[in-house]
């Protein structure tokens, strides 16, 4: 054979291999390697690392991925096999690994070790994400100079757990420095903590190769510094739930390669630049919760690539423009909780691809586009919280895909469609607090064969159900998760509910269902909320199924007519209204385990038990408006770190404040009034650092000015009318000094009206009363207790408006009160009065104060009601008085005020009660006219009695501005005592059920 067909014959066996099947020349696993993963697998608690035998070959293991022709081990792919125990230092010896994933296991703190990454420097990827891992991000992985892949991300796994990795400013700035081939960087959750300028350098030092960086919810602060220019190449930025409280950065619009834009919950502020909107590569655009971003959506251009746009919880506004339709590739279109309006155009027809749309609580107006229901791949349709119009007509093209409708509070109207619960995939349907009318039979809900969630509540609707069917005919019903149908003029409970099983939520409040509440419903093992609040049941049935349920947690019943025991509690409930029935007994022995428990308004009598002291995670109690007696329960207050709200108002409870307050006590709110509590308030007190509401009125505590509760930085609501509390607060300024900062720095509601104190006010007093100069419609409302996530706790207070005693609960957060009338006080009204500019009620009445009244008063330009009756004030009635433009109640009477009543504005409307008793005083609306003989009388020497008050009154204005249209029907109901009563108090409950809440939203709304 000559030698050119040897070498040909040689190259055709050559060739022979190399086309034979990988299997048949993949080489052996290196027994170094096979023994470091044996090692390896020891320090695991693993049940899915089975085919991991020391006696076969490593390279057919699960995981494992060798080179074919060396034997060396270069994948080591072990995710998500709920792996947990110790990471073996044997890893490091595989230093042949291109490819580790160790992500999604429950390495559950598991420190990753200082050294021995440094010893895989041929990795390229490495992912150890969501695994549980803690501590320091090793700097040793600054030498992988390989590296294209790095995914450190640390949010909630899969498995629950809440992992913490470490990686300050300057240690990410190390790693970083030489990882210049990095491509992919996922650090989501790993506790950074570094500002704009750190976080932004030590990224930039990657460059240009960097495609994807995730960075969310790594405690970065902002801005957004622009040495990020530098990555050019950019596909994906995440950069989620940080406070970077930046403007968006404009270079952003620059990058050329940008496909996902994640931003949400960053604390972007200030308008948003369209110019990103017009990249037309940009396939998601995430800027929801930034709360403070705006803009507006602009013209869309033909060609876009764009599949979700989620601008949820922004400052966004406008109309959607109609150029919308040529978004042909959206797939998720996320406007909710922001404030677009307008009707939505017809071109959303030409969405074919949209899968979710939530339009929640904006302005849209007009009809529902109908064309959107019969959208192909539709799954989600969330139009509620707007104020769409007009009807619902019977639909029967409805998308095969839809599964969820929510078209809930909006003004809907005419008759429920039924070819709505026909739709064949519909699990969730919510059309409540609309104005639907009509008849609906419960039967339709069989029509919806995967109906979960279905929510009529709060229309016109009467729910109609035919007489008891047997179990096979509601068989045929779906079996709900939930149901609410509040509202509904239901009369008994629908009859279907007996053969659910899986019922987790029901809702059947304000309805007219009347009788027990039945035994069967405690069947329902998956029976979690139950809401029967608002009906006139008067008896419940309860056995052992309901003391031993398992899983119910809220039960509410209250403003029912139900009388007897309270039932004993099973211990998961966590939320408890029994309030308003008529209840009288507690149960032999009382426990209660869960966070919320209100039994006010019953007919309970003795001693609260003090089993509720075992309640340790107990945040509100109210026991109010019973007949309890005996004393308020010490544990209540001592070791108080958990409960946050106590109302024991009006009862019949006696004996001294409880005295040992601990350190660490939580509460915020403390109601005490109208009991006989005595004695004086404990120093301890001030233990309660978050104590927003102390209110003590109308029980016989006897003590002298508490200046200890100065110390509260968050007290806003002070009362303490109506006790024996006595002498002078003349010493405030020396106990001012006494403290660090100011004593009652957030103080909005002082009450110290009907007690025994005397002297002087001292100015200083009105200096430290800083929370009522802040302007109230600026104060965040804080005076509401939220529990769980449900509801508010809403406190409230006694004052006097206009004479009558008011109890204020909605608007305590941002109303303002000084009260301290019928005391001994004397001397000159301190002008100091006039800074504390956000005040609603001024009362100084029934005291002795003399002098002038202060013409400062007339800054007090939010001032609805003033009181400086029976003092001894003279001189003339201030001008300046007149510019109270929102000044409603007024009283001066029984002073020896003299010369002409002001007439501008507020005073023309003001009749003659409120001048009552001040010879000198002369013009309309008296009968005395100034110049007249009579207009010059002496001093005012003889004063009525208090209880003469009572046909005194105050008098009222006529509107709000100078309307005096109805000012005959005004005189004919005060002027006698119970017309005036009925006037004022239906004023003053629509005032603040009406007006104040209106000033409340404003301020929530800032």
């Known amino acids: 054979m000559t030698p050119l067909l040897l070498l040909l014959s040689l190259t055709l066996v050559l060739l022979s291999f190399s086309t034979t099947p990988a299997s048949l020349t993949q080489a052996f696993c290196i027994p170094g390697q096979r023994h470091a993963l044996i090692q390896l697998k020891q320090g695991f608690k693993a049940d899915l690392l089975q085919s991991w035998n020391a006696s076969t070959d490593c390279c057919t293991w699960d995981g494992i991925t060798c080179d074919q022709l060396t034997g060396m081990v270069i994948e080591l792919d072990l995710s998500s096999r709920s792996i947990s125990g110790e990471l073996n230092p044997a890893l490091f010896n595989i230093t042949s690994l291109q490819y580790l994933d160790l992500s999604n296991n429950w390495f ?27 501590g320091d991000v090793p700097i040793s992985i600054s030498v992988l100079t390989n590296l294209i892949s790095l995914d450190l991300s640390n949010l909630i796994s899969s498995n629950g ?17 030489n990882l210049t081939k990095l491509q992919v960087l996922y650090l989501d959750g790993v506790n950074i903590s570094s500002n704009g300028s750190e976080w932004g350098n030590a990224v930039s030092q990657v460059g240009h190769t960097l495609e994807e960086l995730s960075m969310m919810d790594c405690s970065l602060t902002g801005p957004i510094d622009p040495t990020l220019v530098q990555l050019k190449l950019l596909k994906v930025l995440q950069l989620d739930s940080n406070n970077l409280s930046s403007h968006m950065p404009i270079f952003l619009a620059n990058f050329s390669s940008l496909r996902v834009l994640s931003l949400s919950a960053c604390g972007l502020r200030g308008p948003f630049s369209n ?18 971003l705006s803009g507006q959506l602009p013209e869309f251009t033909n060609g876009s690539l764009l599949q979700h746009l989620f601008i949820g919880g922004t400052n966004f506004t406008g109309p959607i ?85 929510n078209f809930g509070t909006n003004n809907l109207q005419g008759k429920l469609p039924i070819s709505v619960f026909k739709v064949p995939l519909l699990s969730k349907l919510n059309l409540a607090s609309n104005n639907f009318t009509g008849t609906v039979n419960l039967d339709i809900i069989k029509l919806s064969k995967n109906l979960i969630d279905l929510d009529l509540s709060n229309n016109k609707l009467s729910i109609a159900q035919n007489e008891y069917r047997n179990k096979s005919f509601y068989a045929l019903f779906p079996q709900l998760n939930t149901l609410n149908l509040a509202s509904c003029s239901l009369t008994k409970f629908p009859s279907f509910l007996i053969y659910q099983t899986d019922i987790i939520d029901i809702d059947l409040s304000s309805n007219k269902i009347d009788g027990a509440i039945p035994n069967w419903l405690w069947n329902n093992k998956a029976l979690s909320s139950l ?38 509690i099973p211990p998961t409930i966590w939320i408890l209204d029994f309030s308003s029935n008529y209840f009288f007994l507690w149960p032999s022995h009382f426990a209660f385990y869960g966070l919320y428990l209100s039994l006010s308004d019953n007919r309970l009598q003795g001693e609260i038990p003090l089993t509720i002291c075992n309640a340790s995670y107990l945040e509100v109690l109210d026991l109010s408006y019973n007949n309890l007696t005996g004393k308020v329960p010490s544990c209540f207050l001592k070791g108080a770190t958990f409960i946050r709200v106590i109302n024991l108002k009006s009862n019949k409870l006696s004996g001294t404040f409880p005295r040992d307050i601990t350190q660490g006590c939580g509460l915020t709110t403390i109601i005490f009034s109208r009991n006989r509590i005595n004695g004086s308030l404990p120093s301890t007190l001030t233990n309660c650092n978050d104590l927003e509401v102390l209110d003590l009125g109308n029980n016989q505590i006897r003590d002298i000015f508490p200046y200890f509760l100065g110390n509260l930085k968050s007290l ?17 300024e020396m106990n001012h000094n006494k403290v660090n900062g100011s004593l009652f720095p957030v103080l909005k509601v002082l009450d110290l009206s009907s007690n025994s104190f005397n002297g002087r006010i001292p100015q200083s007093f009105f200096g430290i009363l800083k929370g009522m100069v802040t302007n109230s419609n600026t ?61 609603d009620v001024l009362n100084l009445s029934h005291n002795a104060f003399f002098g002038p009244i202060p013409f400062q008063f007339g800054n007090l330009k939010q001032l609805e009601s003033l009181d400086l009756s029976f003092n001894q004030l003279s ?18 009477s029984y002073n020896n005020l003299v010369g002409e009543i002001p007439q501008a504005r507020q005073f023309s409307t003001f009749s003659n009660s409120c001048y009552l008793g001040n010879p000198g005083l002369c013009g309309t609306p008296l009968s005395i006219q100034c110049g007249s003989p009579q207009s010059n009388h002496g001093l005012n020497d003889q004063f009525p009695s208090k209880s003469s008050t009572d046909i005194v009154g105050l008098s009222v204005s006529i509107g709000v501005g100078f309307g005096v249209g109805f000012a005959s029907v005004i005189w004919a109901l005060v002027s006698c005592e119970n017309g005036r009563k009925w006037f004022n108090f239906n004023i003053d409950r629509f005032y603040f059920r009406h007006l104040y809440r209106r000033k409340f939203m404003r301020a929530l709304s800032k």
Not at 329 to 334: G, I, M, P, Y
Not at 793 to 814: A, H, K, P
């Open 779 to 839: 104060d965040t409302p804080t005076i509401r207790y939220k529990y769980g996530y449900l509801s508010y706790y809403q406190s409230s207070v006694t004052i006097t408006f206009r004479g009558l005693n008011m109890d204020i609960e909605n608007s305590l957060g941002i109303f303002n009160s000084l009260d301290l009338s019928n005391n001994g006080f004397w001397g000159e009204i301190p002008v100091e009065i006039g800074q504390l500019v956000s005040l």
């Open 275 to 292: 110019e990103i909107f017009h990249k037309t590569d940009l396939t998601v655009i995430e800027l929801s919760e930034n709360h403070m």
């Open 321 to 405: 423009p109609n150029s919308i339709g040529y978004l042909q590739k959206l797939s998720t279109l996320e406007l909710s909780f922001c404030d677009f309006y307008g009707e939505v155009p017809t071109s959303v027809v030409n969405l074919t691809k949209l899968i979710d749309v939530y339009f929640q609580r904006n302005r849209f107006t007009g009809m529902i586009p109908i064309s959107l229901f019969s959208h192909p791949s539709l799954e989600s349709l969330d139009l509620s919280e707007n104020k769409f119009t007009g009807y619902l007509s019977e639909f029967s093209n409805w998308s095969s895909a839809l599964r969820h409708i």
């Open 108 to 134: 559950h703190d598991v420190k990753l070790p200082d050294t021995g990454f440094e010893r895989l420097t041929n990795l390229t990827h490495l992912d150890l994400s969501c695994a549980g891992f803690v």
């Open 875 to 892: 001189g003339h009635i201030p001008q300046e008085l007149t510019f109270l433009t929102f000044l409603s109640a007024l009283n001066l």
């Open 531 to 568: 809401n029967l609040s608002h009906n006139f049941f008067t008896e419940m049935q309860w056995d052992s199924s309901f003391i031993s349920h398992e899983l119910l947690g809220i039960l509410d019943i209250h403003s029912n007519m139900i009388t007897g025991s309270v039932p004993v």
């Open 716 to 732: 806003k609501v002070l009362s303490l009318r109506s006790n024996q509390f006595y002498g002078t607060i003349s010493n405030i």
């Open 161 to 177: 757990a809440d992992n913490n990795l470490l990686l300050d400013g300057s240690r990410l700035q190390i790693i970083l420095k």
